[in-house]
């Protein structure tokens, strides 16, 4: 494999371990603001990734459609959101600041579920940095190992505070450090499985690379409407969410143009 593509696979699954690592250094859980503010933070990445990074060269790469350019995007697109759909009536799993599980009914732990949730969210994210990889290691000028690297970096820059998020509230249920510093790391151990798949799926499969991209664009935007949103406006009302929503959406955008 691509030494670049390696690296690329793996920067997201360490920004998750070194946020599952603050369990080391804080003796608290996180407080609710600070919460809102680094889920808003996620969602603006997750929603500008979608657009510069999926979206866009979804419809670039079907150009020669014509003014139907627009039909990979949109099916990939509803694609990810109905699987995403899917998996979510699936997968047990209990969301932040929630007391009733969704999903099917499970005996499944409270901190078991807890991890669920945030792994069920970075399937997209590891889809998504696999398939730009694929469109990099097959030929594809529209898509540069520098564009490539920086949604790797966009979204390892999401996925620091979503580590400590979900080993934090582990520890406070009373889960030893090491347990609950594990527990963050499991859940973000999808994204470079999910993007070794993807890349060997779109190796298999080139002229589907639209539609891959598109797919994890659906995913994605579907966790942030499902779960990113309403917890970062839950409870008393404050803008705190928005405003990082709208830090991490203009990083996001600059990290792919400028680098890209």
Request: proline residues 5%; glycine residues 12%; aromatic residues 8%.
């Amino acid at each position: 494999m691509n030494i670049n593509v390696f690296y690329g696979i793996l920067i997201p699954f360490i920004g998750t371990s070194a946020g599952a690592a603050c369990v080391f250094f804080m003796k608290r859980n996180l407080n609710e603001q600070v919460q809102r503010a680094l889920t808003g933070f996620a969602a603006g990445v997750m929603v500008a990734a979608s657009v510069w990074s999926l979206l866009i060269p979804s419809i670039e790469q079907s150009a020669d459609m014509g003014k139907f350019s627009f039909i990979p995007a949109a099916v990939g697109f509803w694609i990810g959101v109905l699987f995403l759909l899917l998996l979510d009536h699936m997968i047990p799993h209990l969301h932040q600041n929630s007391d009733k599980a969704e999903g099917p009914k499970s005996r499944l732990q409270r901190t078991t579920m807890l991890v669920l949730a945030v792994t069920l969210h970075n399937i997209p994210e590891g889809m998504a940095v696999g398939v730009v990889y694929a469109g990099y290691l097959t030929g594809n000028t529209k898509i540069t190992v520098m564009g490539a690297m920086a949604l790797s970096i966009g979204i390892a820059i999401q996925n620091f505070p979503e580590g400590a998020i979900i080993s934090m509230p582990l520890r406070s249920e009373g889960m030893g450090k090491g347990r609950a510093f594990a527990g963050g790391v499991l859940s973000g151990i999808v994204e470079p499985i999910g993007a070794v798949l993807t890349i060997l799926a779109a190796g298999l499969i080139v002229p589907a690379l639209p539609y891959l991209l598109s797919f994890a664009a659906g995913a994605m935007l579907y966790v942030v409407v499902e779960e990113l949103i309403p917890e970062m406006s839950a409870g008393e009302h404050s803008n705190i969410g928005t405003i990082f929503f709208a830090v991490g959406f203009s990083l996001m955008m600059v990290l792919d143009v400028a680098l890209g």
